[in-house]
């Protein structure tokens, strides 16, 4: 396949064409020229309003629900979604049914997903069905082909299986990706504890819920000398534990949802049940001081954290309704509306670089004889957010009928090109 690529933006700090505009020649899944002007008659052109492109995004934290609960999402639903929002590859949960807690179930994931237009890479348990009883087979499973591990919905509670576990992951440098949630303060929460749930009636969940479970796996980050990644972090003060930890020489990184961004609990005013999320959306300050922290970098990168639910667990009482929402297509929309002076090159670490790097992925930087592992974008076009836009197969999200700025314009992946309509 030929493309064309005409008068684009280069954003990607591992570019030496960084920030420049250029005409980049794509043939057979490589990129073979960047210029000021190329001419090509047998190639594919492709341009846009003001068009920008960056290595392809990386999600860390979706949920595919495949195998089990195909109802809500499949790989190839999952994948669809990915790429209409830029991604080219996505980690997925496994939170499935069975769960992805032993090599076969890896490689059924792998295998399943090699004709989809995104590389789907599979995070593994760490405890058996994820029950957080003992481990599983990490081993086996980074063998063939795990990214990192997780037990996803449900981090583990237990301080000693969680030291193994970092203990174990050691051995052959992997990291382990925990939601700050300890189950056992705030059980019943079901949103942020403040002035907004006494306001609304509802059972809380204090953000100590969230700081201490991070406290604590700081502590064993620091004693194993491990690689943690806590994401979807919510509070200003987990920011500033990480951030201290950080300086303190603990391998440890995080990450942000783009709806811990864009929300705070105020928002709830409605009894909305798409923004019922673990952990749950935070105060005003909460969101404001994370939305610092990815402008200067406190935060490494974005995890959408979409979590599909089918109409009968969202469409009900408050209490009732599952947490999480979709987020692969209204991701980067989002993020360039409330963050409006991120500059491209952050966007392109936020959403690509910095996740390569945290869990050793191949990094594809725009030159001469690199992959074309590429997402192509606009930054000032007005988006409708509707259920047009939507190619995931459960429709929980907040953001529809939202005006949100930033576009799209497709993805370039698997020497194929995915445009969106």
């Not at 995004?57 to 809500?72: A, L, T």
């Not at 996803?152 to 970092?166: C, D, E, I, N, S």
């Not at 204090?206 to 194993?224: C, N, V």
Request: proline residues 4%; negative net charge.
């Amino acid at each position: 396949m030929k493309l064309l690529v005409k008068q684009v933006t280069i954003s990607d700090t591992l570019s030496p064409y960084n920030g420049l505009i250029k005409d980049i020649l794509i043939i057979n899944g490589l990129i073979t020229g960047i210029a000021d002007t190329i001419e090509h008659n047998d190639a594919k052109i492709i341009e846009g309003n003001n068009l920008f492109l960056s290595p392809g995004w990386v999600d860390i934290f979706s949920h595919f629900n495949d195998p089990g609960y195909e109802y809500k999402e499949t790989l190839e639903t999952g994948a669809s979604a990915a790429a209409f929002g830029g991604f080219t590859n996505v980690f997925v949960l496994p939170n499935t049914n069975p769960a992805i807690s032993n090599k076969s179930s890896v490689e059924y994931v792998v295998q399943k997903s090699a004709a989809l237009p995104v590389n789907i890479i599979p995070i593994g348990a760490i405890t058996k069905n994820t029950e957080g009883k003992e481990l599983a087979e990490m081993y086996d499973m980074r063998n063939s082909g795990a990214v990192a591990f997780s037990d996803g919905l449900y981090p583990v509670q237990t301080a000693g299986l969680f030291l193994k576990a970092l203990q174990y992951a050691k051995a052959f440098n992997g990291v382990l990706i925990q939601l700050p949630i300890d189950r056992s303060v705030g059980k019943f929460g079901q949103m942020h504890e403040g002035i907004t749930s006494t306001r609304l009636g509802l059972a809380g969940m204090p953000a100590i819920a969230e700081e201490l479970l991070i406290s604590r796996d700081i502590e064993l980050a620091k004693y194993t000398q491990s690689k943690l990644h806590v994401t979807g972090i919510s509070t200003a003060k987990s920011l500033a534990l990480i951030t201290i930890a950080k300086q303190q020489g603990v391998s440890i990184t995080c990450s942000v949802t783009p709806y811990h961004l864009f929300f705070c609990d105020e928002d709830l005013l409605l009894y909305d049940t798409n923004l019922k999320v673990d952990p749950p959306l935070r105060t005003r300050q909460d969101m404001l001081a994370l939305r610092q922290g990815v402008e200067d970098a406190g935060i490494d990168c974005i995890a959408t954290h979409h979590i599909p639910q089918d109409w009968d667990n969202k469409i009900c009482e408050f209490e009732y309704a599952m947490p999480g929402m979709i987020g692969l297509e209204s991701c980067y929309s989002v993020i360039n509306t409330i963050l409006p002076n991120l500059s491209a090159e952050r966007l392109a670490d936020v959403l690509s670089n910095k996740a390569r790097e945290i869990f050793s992925l191949n990094k594809h930087p725009i030159n001469i004889n690199s992959v074309a592992d590429i997402t192509l974008f606009e930054r000032d076009t007005q988006v409708n957010f509707d259920l047009s836009l939507i190619r995931s197969k459960s429709h929980n999200t907040p953001f529809i009928n939202k005006l949100l700025k930033g576009k799209v314009v497709g993805i370039i992946n698997k020497d194929k090109l995915y445009l969106n309509n």
